[in-house]
């Protein structure tokens, strides 16, 4: 039996992408969610430029990632908007992970919308929650397909050699 020399570069590379994916520089995933979704909730802006996020902890009801951005339509006009996501606290007793980091103690999809005050229907929520799901999921998928793709034909190329 012959044992090939495969280099582990190649796989280390592609967790490593893997690993990547799943964490931001340092923005809270809700905070995330909720632009992903507010992006999703003015079809009409081909930009949003973020200005700020504030967010509010009424604890232990809710916290709120409140956004306030520019949208600039097809027609180059901007327009400044705010939208509000409301997370549901979801931890039955305080820890030191909550106190570092309060927003760890919220649910991670929105109970609750507003953009520009106005509420968003359950209906109209649902259907902007699961199409950002859907787009995760998704994007997720393709990369691993792609990373599984390369490491498959790096270890193939080693074993042709």
């Not at 397909?145 to 498959?152: G, Q």
Request: hydrophobic share 40%; proline share 4%; net charge negative.
């Amino acid at each position: 039996m012959k044992i090939h020399n495969v280099s582990l570069k190649p796989l280390l590379l592609g967790m490593s992408a893997l690993l990547a994916a799943c964490s931001g520089p340092s923005e809270d995933v809700r905070v995330s969610f909720c632009k992903n979704i507010t992006k999703a909730a003015v079809p009409s802006a081909q930009s949003i430029e973020w200005k700020s996020n504030d967010n509010t902890f009424r604890r232990p009801e809710y916290a709120i990632a409140a956004l306030t951005f520019d949208a600039t339509d097809g027609d180059g006009k901007t327009t400044s908007m705010r939208s509000e996501c409301f997370f549901e606290y979801d931890a039955i007793e305080d820890t030191a992970q909550h106190l570092a980091d309060p927003f760890s103690a919220y649910s991670t999809l929105p109970f609750a919308m507003t953009l520009d005050g106005r509420a968003l229907s359950d209906a109209e929520l649902v259907r902007l929650r699961n199409g950002e799901q859907v787009r995760l999921g998704k994007a997720a998928i393709q990369a691993l397909e792609t990373n599984a793709k390369a490491l498959a034909d790096k270890v193939r190329a080693g074993i042709g050699q």
